[in-house]
């Protein structure tokens, strides 16, 4: 079992090959956080303190140590856009556009970063089962009474239908004379309170996901076409927003594309913290 100060001289190391040249502007502390299913690494600034949490199952020899390299290079990419330190913000998304990913390229993480992905792709799921058995029964119930919760929400009276999606879907690939054939098909998101986008893709099953939020009608069309085309576009010219926007603009969506950020930045995060409340009620009559 990999220590505390086995993790700090992983940092240290990370530190000096790779972010040398940043200047910490504030006091970083490492160390291991809970057992996580999804999530390897976060990055926090508590008190002034940039607080770096490592998935404590990474703590285990078995896990090559390319992996934990590669989950402290991904937080000290944050780190160095100003997400969770006093650095400068760089970007409106911490994600958006692959930007963690090009700054541990260019920092010589590249090859580190491809060995972990394919390590966590090809072993994380029969590890984690393996390590915490106990954990995966309590979720597989939670999701069990999540997903039946949503079945029932769903099937209320006057819900949009992934058919009605689909239905946009060819509206809007027509408008944006789109000859590229999704290489996805749509399901409903499972949602839970985590989930705060209105979509997720999932590559490795082929799957785009709406969040089930988006077949209440309340939430207008430009909103659902938004998330349709932009999922869409991005399969055609690649994950530059900069890209994705002057697309649709070029297509005629600049109406939708207004009024659907305008809506997720104002009305989304109170609608969708207020209603999921309401489905998850629904687990009392299950």
């Not at 556009?97 to 010589?108: K, L, P, S, W």
């Amino acid at each position: 079992m990999r220590s505390n100060e086995w993790l700090e001289q992983r940092f240290q190391l990370v530190l000096r090959r790779h972010f040398y040249d940043v200047n910490l502007v504030n006091p970083v502390d490492v160390s291991y956080g809970i057992r996580a299913r999804r999530r390897l690494g976060s990055i926090a600034l508590v008190d002034g303190r940039s607080i770096i949490r490592v998935n404590r199952l990474l703590a285990e020899d078995t896990v090559p140590t390319f992996v934990v390299d590669a989950t402290i290079g991904h937080e000290m990419a944050h780190y160095t856009h100003g997400f969770g330190s006093t650095l400068p913000r760089k970007y409106r998304h911490a994600h958006r556009g692959a930007v963690v990913d090009t700054e541990m390229d260019n920092r010589g993480m590249h090859d580190i970063r491809l060995q972990a992905n394919a390590w966590v792709k090809e072993s994380w799921g029969t590890f984690y089962i393996d390590e915490c058995g106990d954990l995966s029964a309590k979720k597989q119930r939670r999701d069990s009474l999540r997903k039946l919760c949503w079945e029932r929400w769903l099937a209320q009276c006057d819900r949009r239908s992934i058919e009605e999606i689909e239905e946009r879907q060819a509206v809007i690939m027509r408008q944006l004379k789109s000859t590229t054939a999704p290489a996805y098909r749509i399901d409903w998101l499972v949602a839970g309170p985590r989930h705060t986008a209105l979509s997720y893709f999932y590559d490795s099953e082929g799957v785009l996901r709406f969040h089930g939020l988006l077949a209440d009608r309340r939430i207008s069309d430009s909103v659902v076409d938004f998330e349709v085309a932009y999922w869409q576009v991005r399969q055609v010219v690649g994950a530059d927003w900069s890209r994705i926007r002057t697309f649709m603009l070029h297509h005629g969506l600049e109406s939708t594309l207004v009024e659907a950020i305008a809506w997720r930045q104002r009305v989304w995060n109170v609608f969708r913290k207020r209603n999921v409340d309401e489905v998850f009620q629904i687990a009392e009559q299950c």
